[in-house]
């Protein structure tokens, strides 16, 4: 390949994919590599282990460009990699190549593999989650819920997150809105919103009729995505202001049924048909049906107002 002065260029590119050949600056289809690739989407689909998609081909006498045999490893980064669906990726941009194969079969591959690779979730209140009878609460079922060692009290993961950021909401009512934590959190991946309740929370304990949260530190140390995003790499250095003594925690008072039939003024059977229509939010604390004043009762209201 040569540039417009006649010199000799290497490819922008680099190294051709496994399956293609470098041919005046395009990739174009290597026909007996492409028969390979091809193969090892079909085998890991029929069989799902990449080390038996491997040894199948090893034992079929195949070999890597460079005359080794394939690994699990291998195997992995050519299922993955989307050149062979016909999309490259060179310096951040998406270049439409000649496939090897249809992109239903790349996809179908790569939701196997996901399926099997998927990496652990992040237990978000993992260590700082603790039952009013004084057990830890761990993360269980798919980190779907936490539950307690010793009673078994449970909680749902995403109404524990919900009243955490409607709590976090409070320490940052002096700050614009469009820059508070909450707003944020949405946008955050698990790992800078792990980062965030490390710093900020320092126990958080679930009772029967209220969720207690003990905050470290000010939230306003952290209230923009930009910064979340820079505080995950160096969390370890912060040294963020305690908050004041008169402000150690913050609680969401919760009300059973009946009470909260009584103060939305209905009745119980009314508020159950409302609650599985959808109309009325509600936490589950073991097998308990909770309701917070402030989130799913006072909102409720306003909306039968109008």
């Not at 680099?14 to 193969?39: C, M, N, T």
């Not at 820079?230 to 912060?238: I, M, P, Y």
């Not at 008169?246 to 409302?274: C, H, Q, Y």
């Amino acid at each position: 390949m040569t540039n417009e002065d006649g010199n000799v260029s290497k490819p922008v590119g680099g190294i051709a994919p496994f399956g293609y050949r470098w041919q005046d600056g395009s990739l174009v289809v290597a026909p007996s590599e492409a028969q390979i690739r091809k193969l090892i989407f079909e085998l890991f689909i029929k069989h799902k282990r990449k080390r038996v998609v491997a040894k199948l081909l090893n034992d079929l006498g195949y070999r890597t460009r460079r005359g080794s045999e394939f690994s699990d490893t291998t195997i992995d980064r050519l299922i993955r990699d989307t050149t062979a669906k016909g999309l490259r990726i060179e310096n951040g941009k998406e270049i439409t190549v000649e496939p090897v194969l249809s992109g239903e079969l790349w996809q179908k591959a790569n939701n196997l593999l996901g399926e099997k690779q998927t990496r652990p979730a992040i237990q978000l209140f993992v260590g700082v989650t603790f039952c009013d009878c004084g057990g830890k609460m761990i993360a269980v079922g798919c980190l779907e819920k936490y539950s307690c060692i010793d009673c078994k009290r449970k909680i749902n993961s995403s109404d524990l997150e919900e009243i955490f950021t409607s709590q976090i909401s409070k320490l940052e009512s002096n700050l614009a809105s469009d820059n508070s934590i909450e707003n944020s959190w949405p946008i955050l991946t698990p790992k800078e919103k792990r980062v965030l309740i490390e710093q900020l929370v320092s126990r958080i304990k679930i009772g029967r009729t209220a969720i207690i949260m003990e905050f470290a530190f000010q939230a306003h140390s952290f209230k923009t995505p930009t910064s979340l995003q820079q505080n995950a790499t160096d969390n370890k250095t912060q040294n963020p202001t305690k908050l004041s003594e008169n402000i150690p925690s913050l609680n969401e008072p919760l009300m059973n049924e009946a009470d909260a039939a009584r103060f939305l003024g209905i009745s119980k059977m009314t508020l159950l048909r409302r609650r599985n229509a959808g109309e009325v939010g509600f936490f589950r604390v073991g097998f308990r049906i909770l309701y917070s004043k402030e989130k799913h009762l006072i909102p409720f209201l306003i909306k039968c107002e109008k």
